[in-house]
């Protein structure tokens, strides 16, 4: 077996993957773009699903799997591969028993790296957040993408310059969007030789039913768990919107706990509020995670029939307003009643 082929995945349908309609949608649209013989680049926020979907696509594509994570320390080399090392080769002599003969010669040991294996056999590339490798590390990537031919440095050996992509390769890459920390803006040029699908939160179906894979909850309590997420996702307080981690957390820290989000458990409110405060705060700022625990305080208690109903529908750095309460409801039909009798 050739050394290079340890870093090869087989591509095998996931544990726990989850097809809904949303799901085969995207799916079967970028299926559709890679047959049709382009690369395809998932972007969007964190957690709404972008590695496991290329997973799932290279395995449709049923050819095994080459991936690589996006680096900051990245160079070409990184990518296409060098001389790392030196292969040694001891000959042992001894051919008259009692004379031991032994000869050593160092070679430089040129060592493909992924890309290039991935290339020359026709392996599936995932290329996972790779605008977090710094561009100029990316640039051997335009021809392979434009041309189907790979710059091969010297040194590797061999006596072209260059290597043929095999036609069964394909690329699939995924990115966060540009205002993310530790994030290069894609070059022009590349994002040009590829078919860019945008993603987003999922649809509620989607959310609800990863996180029922995830964490085996009943559905009544994944349902209150997605809908206190989604609800703060939509009331744009946060720094950053809670993703269906959050849900998958909350949901697999009851679980082990042995918990329901009952009206009594106050630990079921604690967990929301660290779980969702931490995941949508950078820097930790207490106000921050003050009003994110507001809302979310409010969410649980609404979800739980134990409190008041939040206007989630303002903008971002508005307070909290507190629209509806179950006392001002009662409040609202005595005075409706009241009115209905005198008039
Ligand atoms: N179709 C699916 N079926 C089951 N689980 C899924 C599915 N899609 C996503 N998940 C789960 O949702 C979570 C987030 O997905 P994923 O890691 O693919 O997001 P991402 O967009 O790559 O996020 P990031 O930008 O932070 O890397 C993971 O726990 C993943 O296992
Ligand atoms: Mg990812």
Redesign the pocket.
């Known amino acids: 077996m050739i050394d290079e082929m340890t870093t090869v995945l087989e591509p095998r349908p996931l544990s726990?993957?989850?097809?809904t309609k949303y799901?085969k949608d995207i799916t079967n649209r970028a299926l559709s773009y890679i047959k049709a013989g382009f690369p395809v680049h998932l972007r969007?926020?964190?957690?709404?699903?972008?590695?496991?979907?290329a997973m799932?696509l290279a395995s449709k594509i049923e050819r095994p799997v080459v991936m690589i994570h996006g680096d900051e320390e990245f160079s070409t080399s990184d990518l296409v591969g060098g001389e790392h090392g030196y292969r040694i080769r001891k000959v042992v002599d001894r051919f008259i028993s009692s004379v031991l003969k032994t000869e050593e010669d160092m070679v430089k040991r040129w060592v493909d790296n992924r890309l290039t294996v991935a290339c020359k056999y026709g392996f599936t590339l995932i290329y996972d957040?790779f605008t977090r490798s710094r561009p100029e590390a990316n640039n051997i990537l335009l021809s392979i993408l434009q041309e189907k031919m790979m710059d091969l440095p010297v040194g590797r050996g061999g006596e072209e310059p260059y290597l043929k992509v095999d036609p069964d390769f394909t690329a699939i890459f995924?990115s966060?969007p540009e205002e993310y920390a530790g994030v290069h803006r894609s070059q022009d040029a590349l994002r040009d030789r590829m078919i860019t699908m945008d993603l987003d939160h999922f649809d509620y179906d989607?959310e609800l039913a990863?996180t029922l894979?995830?964490a085996k909850l009943s559905r009544q309590n994944t349902q209150i768990i997605v809908n206190i997420v989604r609800g703060l996702r939509e009331s744009e307080k946060c720094e950053f919107a809670p993703?269906?981690?959050g849900c998958?957390m909350i949901a697999k820290t009851l679980k082990v706990q042995k918990l329901t989000p009952s009206k009594s458990n106050s630990r079921f409110m604690q967990m929301c509020q660290d779980i969702l405060a931490s995941e949508t705060s950078r820097v930790g700022s207490k106000t921050n995670q003050g009003r994110v625990k507001e809302i979310v305080r409010e969410l649980v208690a609404k979800e739980l029939g134990i409190g008041k109903t939040i206007d989630v529908g303002k903008k971002a750095g508005d307070s909290v307003t507190v629209i509806e309460t179950i006392d001002s409801k009662k409040e609202k039909k005595e005075n409706e009643s009241l009115a209905g009798v005198s008039s």
């Open positions: 726990d993957f989850v097809e799901v969007g926020p964190s957690g709404t699903g972008k590695t496991t979907l799932h957040e995924t966060n989607t990863v894979a995830k993703t269906v981690r998958i």
